[in-house]
């Protein structure tokens, strides 16, 4: 089980829109063995290095992945590993900011989640998760990150139909699915977790003092978010996803 403590959100300094963190503070802050700091995107320590930015094991399990998908000529690619608050915080405004010329806010907010996550709730802050092309194939024009280009006679159609034979060997499971009944983000065939970490991760995310944490945090737009909004985006995208991937 996890360590549950408890900390007021007034400990968390920021400095001009840098978050900064006391140290003692990021100890009282740790669970079994992700830190809440990590999971908002703050920190990197859960990383397997500076250059490798993903989880120490997640990183293992994909290498091996990709070793075995080269035998069946296919170059497994992350496009999107890792992802930082800022780098969240840079997509989310830079829709945020566009979309406001002509919509309310909370329009351009629910246009927004349709793909993005709202920063520092991505799980690509985590390290755990994905999004991958098949690098052996020529690659269609525009965005690779399209529905059409995983499907039917497209060119990552061969690397869908591997990763439905093989992912879970590895320990990967698809995020957001097809499943009609699902709640939250739209369905992403390129977006894949490790199961294993990312549940545990997930666990921590679903704490009160996550929440408490996230609270603190700012970036444009989040003063139109209202409570209830609040709520149901952290009930119906965080836990919106495949069921292999929800905490025991
Ligand atoms: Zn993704």
Redesign the pocket.
Known sequence: MNRKRFISTATLVFIGSQFSINSEVLNLLGFDDIKIENLLGLSQSHLKSNSILLENETYEAFSKMKSKAIEDNIDLRIV?GYRSFKHQKAIWERKFNQLIITKKPTEAISEIITYSSIPGTS??HWGT???IIDGSVKLPKGDLLLEQNYHGDAPFSKMKSWMDNHAKDFGFEL?YTQNKSRTGFNY?P??YSFAKKSKSFLNVQLQKDYREAWSALEFNGKSKMSKKFIDSYFENYGSGINPSLMPS
């Open positions: 999107s799980r690509h998760d994905i999004d995020v992403e390129w977006h």
